[in-house]
C-alpha cells in the first residue's frame, strides 16, 4: 500500500463518518446518544482539518519530486548527448594534430585517453553521480585541447551546467517531500486515534438505541487492509495488504459466543 493511497482512504472513511454520524444525531432518540454522536462528528471534523492538509502537501509535494526527478532524466540524455559530439571532436582533433610529425603523438594519446576515459556507450551506462565526475573531467581537458570557445565545448559545458542544477533542484524537491511525510505521519497517528475514539462513541450512542448499524457508519481499521474497502459492505479494489511494520488496529466490537440452548427433560 503507498503511503499516501492509505491515507486518501482514511480521509474519505472520515469525512464519510462525519456526515453520517452528525445527520442521524437529531433523529437518535435518546439524548446522550445524540450527544455522543455529535461529539463523535466534532472529533471526526476537527482531525480531518491538519490531515486533509498534511496529505494534500504530501501529494504535492511528491508531485514536484516527480517531475525534479524527470528533469534530471531529460539533462542527463542532454549530457549523454554532449559528451558523445565531444569525444568526437576530441578524437578528430587528437588525429589532426598527429598527422604533424613534430609533435609528440605519446604524450597526446595519453592525455586524450585521461581526458576522455569512455566511449559514449561507456559513458551513457554510468549512474548519474559518476556520470558528472566523468564529465567534468572530460571539460577540463576539451578546455585545454579545443579551446573553451569551441562550439562543442560551450555546448557541453551548457549540457553539464543544466544536469549540475536538475540534480540540485531534485536534491531540494526530494527534502522537502521527505518532510511533508514527517508531517503526514504526524497527522496520520492523530487521525487514526480520533477515529477509533469516535467510533466507541458512536458504538455508545447506538447501544443506547439497541441499534446494530456500526459496522454501516463506520468500519474498524483493520477491515482497510481486507477486501471491503466501503462502509456499508460494498467492497472495494483500492484496499491492499498492509505494509511491513503497519500496525494494525484491530478495534473491531467482540463477537459474542451463541449461547446453547439445552433442550428440557419432559
Same mark, same amino acid.
Given at each position: 500500500?503507498?503511503?499516501?493511497?492509505?491515507?486518501?482512504?482514511?480521509?474519505?472513511?472520515?469525512?464519510?463518518?462525519?456526515?453520517?454520524?452528525?445527520?442521524?444525531?437529531?433523529?437518535?432518540?435518546?439524548?446522550?446518544?445524540?450527544?455522543?454522536?455529535?461529539?463523535?462528528?466534532?472529533?471526526?471534523?476537527?482531525?480531518?482539518?491538519?490531515?486533509?492538509?498534511? @496529505?494534500?502537501?504530501?501529494?504535492?509535494?511528491?508531485?514536484?519530486?516527480?517531475?525534479?526527478?524527470?528533469?534530471?532524466?531529460?539533462?542527463? @540524455?542532454?549530457?549523454?548527448?554532449?559528451?558523445?559530439?565531444?569525444?568526437?571532436?576530441?578524437?578528430?582533433?587528437?588525429?589532426?594534430?598527429?598527422?604533424? @610529425?613534430?609533435?609528440?603523438?605519446?604524450?597526446?594519446?595519453?592525455?586524450?585517453?585521461?581526458?576522455?576515459?569512455?566511449?559514449?556507450?561507456?559513458?551513457?551506462?554510468?549512474?548519474?553521480?559518476?556520470?558528472?565526475?566523468?564529465?567534468?573531467?572530460?571539460?577540463?581537458?576539451?578546455?585545454?585541447?579545443?579551446?573553451?570557445?569551441?562550439?562543442?565545448?560551450?555546448?557541453?559545458?551548457?549540457?553539464?551546467?543544466?544536469?549540475?542544477?536538475?540534480?540540485?533542484?531534485?536534491?531540494?524537491?526530494?527534502?522537502?517531500?521527505?518532510?511533508?511525510?514527517?508531517?503526514?505521519?504526524?497527522?496520520?497517528?492523530?487521525?487514526?486515534?480520533?477515529?477509533?475514539?469516535?467510533?466507541?462513541? @458512536?458504538?455508545?450512542?447506538?447501544?443506547?438505541?439497541?441499534?446494530?448499524?456500526?459496522?454501516?457508519?463506520?468500519?474498524?481499521?483493520?477491515?482497510?487492509?481486507?477486501?471491503?474497502?466501503?462502509?456499508?459492505?460494498?467492497?472495494?479494489?483500492?484496499?491492499?495488504?498492509?505494509?511491513?511494520?503497519?500496525?494494525?488496529?484491530?478495534?473491531?466490537?467482540?463477537?459474542?459466543?451463541?449461547?446453547?440452548?439445552?433442550?428440557?427433560?419432559?
Amino acid at each position: 500500500m503507498s503511503e499516501t493511497h492509505f491515507d486518501l482512504t482514511l480521509k474519505a472513511w472520515m469525512e464519510r463518518a462525519a456526515d453520517q454520524v452528525r445527520a442521524m444525531a437529531p433523529k437518535t432518540a435518546h439524548t446522550r446518544g445524540q450527544q455522543a454522536l455529535v461529539l463523535a462528528a466534532d472529533l471526526l471534523e476537527e482531525a480531518l482539518l491538519p490531515y486533509s492538509a498534511a @496529505v494534500g502537501e504530501a501529494l504535492a509535494e511528491s508531485e514536484e519530486a516527480a517531475r525534479a526527478a524527470e528533469a534530471v532524466s531529460q539533462a542527463d @540524455v542532454a549530457m549523454d548527448g554532449a559528451y558523445e559530439r565531444l569525444y568526437a571532436t576530441a578524437q578528430s582533433n587528437y588525429y589532426l594534430a598527429v598527422a604533424d @610529425v613534430t609533435v609528440n603523438a605519446t604524450l597526446l594519446k595519453e592525455r586524450l585517453d585521461r581526458g576522455m576515459a569512455l566511449p559514449p556507450s561507456g559513458f551513457r551506462a554510468l549512474g548519474l553521480d559518476r556520470s558528472r565526475a566523468v564529465m567534468e573531467g572530460a571539460l577540463t581537458y576539451a578546455n585545454d585541447a579545443l579551446g573553451a570557445d569551441h562550439a562543442v565545448v560551450v555546448d557541453a559545458q551548457a549540457a553539464y551546467d543544466g544536469f549540475v542544477q536538475a540534480r540540485k533542484a531534485a536534491n531540494a524537491e526530494n527534502s522537502d517531500a521527505v518532510l511533508a511525510m514527517q508531517k503526514l505521519f504526524a497527522a496520520r497517528d492523530e487521525a487514526r486515534r480520533a477515529y477509533v475514539a469516535a467510533r466507541q462513541f @458512536v458504538e455508545g450512542a447506538l447501544s443506547l438505541n439497541e441499534n446494530e448499524s456500526l459496522r454501516q457508519l463506520m468500519l474498524p481499521l483493520n477491515s482497510m487492509y481486507r477486501s471491503t474497502g466501503r462502509p456499508g459492505g460494498g467492497t472495494g479494489s483500492d484496499a491492499d495488504a498492509p505494509d511491513a511494520g503497519e500496525v494494525v488496529v484491530n478495534d473491531a466490537p467482540p463477537v459474542q459466543p451463541t449461547p446453547v440452548v439445552e433442550p428440557s427433560g419432559e
